[in-house]
């Protein structure tokens, strides 16, 4: 099984199909978005290792869907579309983008794109181990966790604040530190935005959620149970 998943965003139910049967005969895992809107949600439920991402859709298309995305992650994207003007290339990679496909396009060519960028983008890349935790697996590469075999659905945040305990069992984070770590240090939020995303993992987490403990006073640490 090829190890990366792949976001394809287009508005025509089609095109996905048809895109989708190419890259999972090839082993590749595929999700799907019906415009850029729908597509940043996904992401910041579960990052994919490429965008391959139509120009023309209703909503947020795909060059603003490349500007907003590129505020909060590096994904490597492919521009799909049936323009094939210069202006239109050249401003998709402005923007970003890995590559430009022009509609109509076969098979083989977007395959060699797609494991061209993904060649380039993760070749200096060493894969990492997943964190195994009891009934908890934390995929810091596919940017997934499970938990007792069955997907956990996190947001962003949501996920750095679990990996960053995690990784580091036992050690005591103030509510700063995670807002530093995982919000960045231009964050404009507050340590009450810490405890609410705090309070919705162990929500998640269910009896496994116990593994967060509160320290009073300081923070929070991860300790296996």
């Known amino acids: 099984m090829n190890p990366y998943t792949i976001l394809i965003i287009d508005d025509e139910p089609q095109m996905r199909r048809l895109i989708r049967t190419f890259l999972t005969r090839d082993g590749y895992s595929v999700e799907e978005a019906t415009d850029g809107l729908d597509a940043l949600s996904k992401i910041n439920m579960q990052q994919p290792h490429l965008c391959i991402v139509d120009v023309m859709m209703p909503y947020m298309d795909g060059f603003k869907f490349a500007k907003e ?19 239109d290339k050249i401003e998709g990679l402005k923007l970003g983008g890995d590559d430009y496909i022009v509609k109509p396009f076969m098979p083989g060519e977007l395959l060699a794109r797609v494991e061209s960028v993904l060649r380039r983008s993760y070749q200096n890349t060493p894969m990492r181990q997943a964190l195994v935790i009891g009934p908890l697996v934390i995929d810091s590469d596919a940017h997934t ?15 750095g604040v679990l990996e960053t305990l995690a990784k580091n069992k036992g050690r005591v984070y103030s509510r700063e530190q995670l807002l530093e770590l995982v919000w960045g240090n231009n964050h404009h939020s507050t340590d009450r935005t810490v405890d609410t995303h705090i309070k919705t993992l162990r929500l998640k987490m269910g009896e496994a959620g116990s593994m967060i403990e509160t320290v009073w006073g300081i923070g929070y640490k991860f300790e296996a149970k």
Not at 69 to 87: D, V, Y
Not at 145 to 159: G, H, R, S, Y
């Open 69 to 87: 995305l590129k505020q909060t992650a590096n994904i490597p994207l492919i521009f799909l579309s049936a323009k094939g003007e210069e202006w």
């Open 145 to 159: 966790v499970t938990l007792d075999n069955k997907p956990l659905p996190l947001t962003l945040k949501e996920f």
